[in-house]
Protein backbone atom coordinates (compact mmCIF):
# COMPACT_ATOMS: atom_id res chain seq x y z
CA UNK A 1 0.00 0.00 0.00
CA UNK A 2 1.12 3.72 -1.03
CA UNK A 3 0.84 6.81 1.23
CA UNK A 4 0.77 10.21 -0.08
CA UNK A 5 3.16 12.67 1.77
CA UNK A 6 2.73 16.36 2.57
CA UNK A 7 3.67 18.95 0.41
CA UNK A 8 6.77 19.76 2.43
CA UNK A 9 7.74 15.88 2.05
CA UNK A 10 7.29 15.33 -1.43
CA UNK A 11 9.53 17.71 -2.22
CA UNK A 12 12.38 15.27 -1.07
CA UNK A 13 10.65 12.07 -0.90
CA UNK A 14 9.90 9.67 -4.08
CA UNK A 15 7.43 7.22 -2.54
CA UNK A 16 6.55 5.48 0.28
CA UNK A 17 5.19 1.86 0.54
CA UNK A 18 3.66 0.29 3.45
CA UNK A 19 4.42 -4.05 3.43
CA UNK A 20 2.05 -6.94 5.33
CA UNK A 21 3.94 -10.16 5.93
CA UNK A 22 2.14 -11.24 9.01
CA UNK A 23 4.99 -12.54 10.27
CA UNK A 24 5.68 -14.60 7.41
CA UNK A 25 8.60 -14.93 5.04
CA UNK A 26 8.22 -12.28 2.08
CA UNK A 27 10.41 -11.96 -1.08
CA UNK A 28 12.41 -8.42 -0.29
CA UNK A 29 14.23 -7.55 -3.37
CA UNK A 30 16.71 -3.99 -4.04
CA UNK A 31 17.74 -3.19 -7.16
CA UNK A 32 20.35 -0.91 -7.69
CA UNK A 33 18.77 2.56 -7.94
CA UNK A 34 20.57 5.51 -7.10
CA UNK A 35 18.59 5.68 -3.90
CA UNK A 36 18.49 6.02 -0.21
CA UNK A 37 15.81 4.39 1.77
CA UNK A 38 14.27 4.91 5.17
CA UNK A 39 13.20 0.75 5.94
CA UNK A 40 11.24 0.16 9.58
CA UNK A 41 10.57 -2.76 10.20
CA UNK A 42 8.01 -3.73 12.74
CA UNK A 43 8.48 -7.01 14.26
CA UNK A 44 6.21 -7.74 17.24
CA UNK A 45 4.41 -5.71 19.91
CA UNK A 46 5.83 -2.36 19.79
CA UNK A 47 9.06 -3.67 18.79
CA UNK A 48 10.96 -3.03 15.71
CA UNK A 49 13.96 -1.12 14.18
CA UNK A 50 14.94 1.72 11.89
CA UNK A 51 17.15 1.57 8.89
CA UNK A 52 19.19 3.99 6.64
CA UNK A 53 19.28 1.58 3.12
CA UNK A 54 22.03 3.40 1.19
CA UNK A 55 22.68 3.15 -2.70
CA UNK A 56 23.12 -0.43 -3.75
CA UNK A 57 25.93 -1.03 -6.47
CA UNK A 58 24.67 -4.59 -6.52
CA UNK A 59 21.25 -5.85 -6.37
CA UNK A 60 20.37 -7.46 -3.04
CA UNK A 61 17.63 -10.75 -3.41
CA UNK A 62 16.56 -11.82 -0.43
CA UNK A 63 13.67 -13.16 1.96
CA UNK A 64 12.99 -11.84 5.17
CA UNK A 65 10.40 -11.61 8.12
CA UNK A 66 7.94 -9.61 10.03
CA UNK A 67 4.77 -8.43 10.74
CA UNK A 68 5.11 -4.80 8.68
CA UNK A 69 7.36 -2.84 7.12
CA UNK A 70 7.40 0.60 5.63
CA UNK A 71 10.04 1.88 3.11
CA UNK A 72 10.31 5.87 2.61
CA UNK A 73 12.78 6.11 -1.05
CA UNK A 74 14.03 9.66 -1.01
CA UNK A 75 14.48 11.27 -4.42
CA UNK A 76 17.90 11.21 -5.89
CA UNK A 77 19.97 14.03 -3.98
CA UNK A 78 17.71 14.74 -1.18
CA UNK A 79 18.29 12.54 1.51
CA UNK A 80 22.42 13.65 2.66
CA UNK A 81 21.13 17.24 4.12
CA UNK A 82 18.39 15.11 5.78
CA UNK A 83 20.17 12.52 7.46
CA UNK A 84 23.02 14.70 8.09
CA UNK A 85 26.09 12.68 6.25
CA UNK A 86 27.47 12.30 2.83
CA UNK A 87 25.70 9.92 0.69
CA UNK A 88 28.79 8.21 -0.03
CA UNK A 89 29.37 7.08 3.31
CA UNK A 90 26.04 5.30 3.31
CA UNK A 91 26.40 3.33 -0.44
CA UNK A 92 26.00 -0.40 -0.11
CA UNK A 93 25.39 -0.17 3.84
CA UNK A 94 22.72 -1.01 6.10
CA UNK A 95 22.82 1.22 8.71
CA UNK A 96 20.25 1.92 12.31
CA UNK A 97 19.32 5.30 11.52
CA UNK A 98 20.47 5.65 16.12
CA UNK A 99 24.11 5.65 14.39
CA UNK A 100 23.42 8.62 12.27
CA UNK A 101 20.87 10.81 14.85
CA UNK A 102 21.75 9.70 18.45
CA UNK A 103 18.47 9.56 21.02
CA UNK A 104 16.30 11.45 18.31
CA UNK A 105 16.70 8.00 15.91
CA UNK A 106 15.23 6.23 19.73
CA UNK A 107 12.19 8.57 19.61
CA UNK A 108 11.70 8.01 16.03
CA UNK A 109 11.91 4.74 16.20
CA UNK A 110 9.18 4.28 18.78
CA UNK A 111 6.55 6.72 17.24
CA UNK A 112 6.75 4.39 13.48
CA UNK A 113 6.73 1.26 15.28
CA UNK A 114 3.66 2.30 17.06
CA UNK A 115 2.04 3.87 13.61
CA UNK A 116 -1.01 2.21 12.75
CA UNK A 117 -0.67 3.26 9.02
CA UNK A 118 1.54 4.79 6.05
CA UNK A 119 0.05 8.21 6.63
CA UNK A 120 0.61 8.28 10.65
CA UNK A 121 4.32 7.31 10.45
CA UNK A 122 5.09 10.35 7.29
CA UNK A 123 3.46 12.44 10.30
CA UNK A 124 6.10 11.45 12.52
CA UNK A 125 8.99 11.72 9.91
CA UNK A 126 7.55 15.57 9.18
CA UNK A 127 8.06 16.29 12.70
CA UNK A 128 11.30 14.79 12.84
CA UNK A 129 13.07 16.43 9.94
CA UNK A 130 11.49 19.71 10.94
CA UNK A 131 13.12 19.57 14.54
CA UNK A 132 16.40 18.29 12.90
CA UNK A 133 16.31 21.18 10.30
CA UNK A 134 19.00 23.63 12.48
CA UNK A 135 21.23 20.54 13.12
CA UNK A 136 21.49 18.89 9.55
CA UNK A 137 24.63 18.93 7.14
CA UNK A 138 23.61 20.47 4.03
CA UNK A 139 25.83 19.60 0.82
CA UNK A 140 26.72 22.56 -1.31
CA UNK A 141 25.59 21.21 -4.47
CA UNK A 142 21.96 19.05 -4.02
CA UNK A 143 20.04 20.73 -6.57
CA UNK A 144 23.00 20.20 -8.97
CA UNK A 145 22.92 16.59 -8.18
CA UNK A 146 18.99 16.19 -8.94
CA UNK A 147 18.98 17.93 -11.79
CA UNK A 148 22.09 15.88 -13.35
CA UNK A 149 20.18 12.68 -11.56
CA UNK A 150 16.92 13.65 -14.29
CA UNK A 151 18.50 13.91 -17.25
CA UNK A 152 20.10 11.22 -16.65
CA UNK A 153 17.16 9.48 -16.09
CA UNK A 154 14.84 11.09 -18.15
CA UNK A 155 16.40 11.62 -21.30
CA UNK A 156 19.13 8.97 -21.62
CA UNK A 157 22.05 11.17 -21.91
CA UNK A 158 25.80 10.39 -21.65
CA UNK A 159 27.55 11.90 -18.30
CA UNK A 160 29.63 14.22 -20.15
CA UNK A 161 27.12 15.43 -22.26
CA UNK A 162 25.22 16.17 -19.17
CA UNK A 163 27.97 17.81 -17.58
CA UNK A 164 28.88 20.22 -20.32
CA UNK A 165 24.78 20.90 -20.08
CA UNK A 166 25.13 22.54 -16.64
CA UNK A 167 28.29 23.87 -17.12
CA UNK A 168 30.17 21.70 -14.78
CA UNK A 169 33.08 19.81 -15.73
CA UNK A 170 32.96 15.61 -15.54
CA UNK A 171 35.18 15.60 -11.94
CA UNK A 172 32.69 18.48 -10.14
CA UNK A 173 29.74 16.38 -11.37
CA UNK A 174 31.39 12.88 -9.98
CA UNK A 175 32.49 15.13 -6.70
CA UNK A 176 28.74 16.20 -6.63
CA UNK A 177 27.32 12.16 -7.04
CA UNK A 178 29.52 11.35 -4.43
CA UNK A 179 28.51 13.69 -1.76
CA UNK A 180 24.71 13.74 -2.68
CA UNK A 181 23.64 10.50 -4.58
CA UNK A 182 26.91 8.21 -3.01
CA UNK A 183 27.39 6.55 -6.70
CA UNK A 184 29.28 7.52 -9.55
CA UNK A 185 27.54 9.31 -12.46
CA UNK A 186 28.12 6.73 -14.57
CA UNK A 187 26.90 4.23 -12.03
CA UNK A 188 23.79 5.99 -11.78
CA UNK A 189 23.39 6.01 -15.40
CA UNK A 190 23.46 2.06 -15.68
CA UNK A 191 20.91 1.71 -12.97
CA UNK A 192 18.80 3.99 -14.96
CA UNK A 193 19.20 1.82 -18.22
CA UNK A 194 18.45 -1.25 -15.62
CA UNK A 195 15.19 0.38 -14.37
CA UNK A 196 13.95 0.71 -17.39
CA UNK A 197 14.33 -2.50 -18.47
CA UNK A 198 12.58 -4.12 -15.66
CA UNK A 199 10.04 -1.81 -16.03
CA UNK A 200 9.50 -3.01 -19.44
CA UNK A 201 9.94 -7.34 -18.48
CA UNK A 202 6.14 -7.11 -17.45
CA UNK A 203 5.09 -6.18 -20.95
CA UNK A 204 7.21 -8.18 -23.23
CA UNK A 205 9.80 -11.15 -23.08
CA UNK A 206 10.98 -9.31 -26.63
CA UNK A 207 14.84 -8.70 -25.60
CA UNK A 208 15.95 -7.35 -28.20
CA UNK A 209 13.48 -4.36 -28.14
CA UNK A 210 13.57 -3.77 -24.16
CA UNK A 211 17.64 -3.69 -25.28
CA UNK A 212 17.22 -0.97 -27.42
CA UNK A 213 14.44 0.95 -25.88
CA UNK A 214 16.00 1.08 -22.39
CA UNK A 215 18.86 2.27 -24.06
CA UNK A 216 21.46 -0.87 -24.10
CA UNK A 217 23.68 -1.27 -27.54
CA UNK A 218 21.94 -4.75 -27.98
CA UNK A 219 20.74 -7.87 -26.07
CA UNK A 220 24.10 -9.00 -25.02
CA UNK A 221 24.55 -5.89 -23.51
CA UNK A 222 21.48 -6.02 -21.97
CA UNK A 223 21.97 -9.76 -20.75
CA UNK A 224 25.88 -8.73 -19.65
CA UNK A 225 24.83 -5.74 -17.60
CA UNK A 226 21.54 -7.93 -15.91
CA UNK A 227 24.85 -10.61 -14.70
CA UNK A 228 27.07 -7.84 -13.69
CA UNK A 229 24.58 -6.05 -11.62
CA UNK A 230 21.69 -8.18 -10.39
CA UNK A 231 23.47 -11.95 -10.82
CA UNK A 232 21.12 -13.24 -13.36
CA UNK A 233 19.63 -13.00 -16.97
CA UNK A 234 16.98 -11.00 -17.35
CA UNK A 235 14.56 -14.36 -18.12
CA UNK A 236 15.25 -15.62 -14.82
CA UNK A 237 15.15 -12.23 -12.58
CA UNK A 238 11.81 -12.19 -14.91
CA UNK A 239 10.73 -15.61 -13.53
CA UNK A 240 11.71 -14.49 -10.03
CA UNK A 241 9.63 -11.53 -10.29
CA UNK A 242 7.02 -13.65 -11.62
CA UNK A 243 6.57 -16.38 -8.87
Given at each position: MHARASAELS??????????ALGHERRVDRLPDGRTALVVRVLGAERGEVHVLGPRTQATLKRATFERALLVQFKPGCSASL??????????????????????????ASDLVRAP?????LVHL???????????????SAGLARHAAYLLEHEDSRVEGVARRLGVTSRHLRRTF??????????FAR???LQRAVRMLNRSND???IALEAGYYDQPHLIAEFRS???????????RVRR
Open positions: RVIERTSWLSLGVPARELTDRYVPLEDLWGRAAATLDAGTAQRAFTARRGSRWRPTDQCIGVAPKSAARWGSLVGLTPGAFAE
